[in-house]
C-alpha cells in the first residue's frame, strides 16, 4: 500500500544501527558495576572490646562539672557586659533624668514653650508619623 | 538597682551613640533628625508635634519623642519627610524601637529607629529625570 511504503521510508533508517550500538555501549559500564559489586561482608566481632574502666571523678567531670563551669561560664559571658554598663533604665522605674534633646534648637525646651501654641498647630497641617506606648 | 543621678540620664560614650546615630541618619535620607528624650508636658501627641514645629525646618524634619516615665514613643514627620516616609513605615520603626524599649534599652531603641526611619526615607534614586 502506497500509504505504508512511505512510512517504511521514514522508519527504516540506516543509522538505527549505529544508535543501538552506541546506546549499548554507553549502557556496559553501569551493568559491569552492578554485576561486579561482590556484597560486602564483614563478620561481627565475638566480642565487643572491654572498654576501659572510668572512675567515679571521670564520670562527674565530664558529665556533671565541664558542662556546669560552661554553663556558669557563658551566663557571666552573657551578663557581665550588660551589668558593666549599669543599665540606667529600667521599664517599670520612673524617669529620673532631665529632659535631653538631641539635635533640637539651642534653648532647647524653653523654645516649645515660647512657640505660639495655635501657630504651631496652622504651620504643618500635613504633618505625619506614629506612636506606641510599652 | 543602680540610682539615676537627677542630673544627666546618658553617660557621654551613651550620648555620643546617640549623635552618630542621628549624623548617620542624616547623611542616609538629607533630612534632620531629633530625639527628644524626656517627660513631656500635658498630652504627648500635642507636646510633641510643638517641639517638632519649633526645630529649624520642620517640613524637612524628624522629630522622635520618648518619654520613658509615661512609656510613650512618638514620632512626628514634616510634610516634606512624609512625602518620602508614609505613616505606615514609621510605624513599623517606632514598633521596633517600643520592643527595645519595653527590654529597658533605651539608646539602643533610639539607635535602631533612627536607622530604620533613616533607610525608609531614603529617596529612591532618580535614573532618567528628563
Known amino acids: 500500500m502506497p500509504r505504508f511504503d512511505s512510512l517504511c521510508s521514514v522508519m527504516t533508517d ?3 544501527a ?4 552506541a546506546r549499548a555501549l554507553a549502557l556496559t559500564p553501569a551493568i559491569l558495576v552492578t554485576l561486579l559489586a561482590a556484597p560486602a561482608l564483614a563478620s561481627a566481632p565475638d566480642t565487643w572490646p572491654e572498654a576501659p574502666s572510668v572512675s567515679a571523678f571521670d564520670m562527674l567531670l565530664v558529665l556533671v562539672i565541664l558542662p556546669g563551669a560552661l554553663f556558669i561560664g557563658i551566663s557571666v559571658l552573657v551578663f557581665v557586659p550588660s551589668m558593666a554598663r549599669g543599665q540606667k533604665y529600667q521599664p517599670g522605674q520612673a524617669w529620673r533624668g532631665e529632659s535631653t534633646w538631641f539635635g533640637g534648637p539651642q534653648d532647647g525646651v524653653e523654645a516649645a514653650d515660647h512657640a505660639d501654641a495655635a501657630e504651631a498647630e496652622t504651620a504643618d497641617t500635613d504633618r505625619g508619623g506614629a506612636s506606641a506606648r510599652w | 538597682m543602680v540610682q539615676v543621678p537627677a542630673g544627666d540620664p546618658f553617660t557621654p560614650t551613651e550620648r555620643y551613640e546617640i ?3 542621628i549624623r548617620d541618619a542624616e547623611t542616609i535620607c538629607r533630612f534632620e533628625f531629633s530625639v527628644f528624650v524626656g517627660s513631656s508636658e500635658g498630652e504627648a501627641r500635642p507636646f510633641a508635634e510643638r517641639l517638632h514645629a519649633v526645630l529649624a525646618a520642620p517640613a524637612r524634619s524628624v522629630l522622635i519623642m520618648v518619654d520613658p516615665s509615661a512609656r510613650i514613643v512618638e514620632v512626628v514627620t514634616g510634610a516634606e519627610v512624609r512625602r518620602v516616609l508614609d505613616d505606615s513605615e514609621v510605624k513599623l520603626a517606632v514598633l521596633s ?4 524599649f519595653a527590654a529597658g534599652d533605651l539608646v ?3 539607635t535602631q529607629g533612627l536607622s530604620m526611619l533613616a533607610e525608609h526615607a531614603r529617596r529612591p534614586r532618580m535614573l532618567h529625570a528628563d
Open chain 1, 14 to 16: 540506516p543509522r538505527s
Open chain 1, 18 to 21: 549505529v544508535r543501538r550500538l
Open chain 2, 19 to 21: 549623635d552618630k546615630a
Open chain 2, 97 to 100: 524601637m517600643q520592643s527595645a
Open chain 2, 108 to 110: 539602643g531603641g533610639v
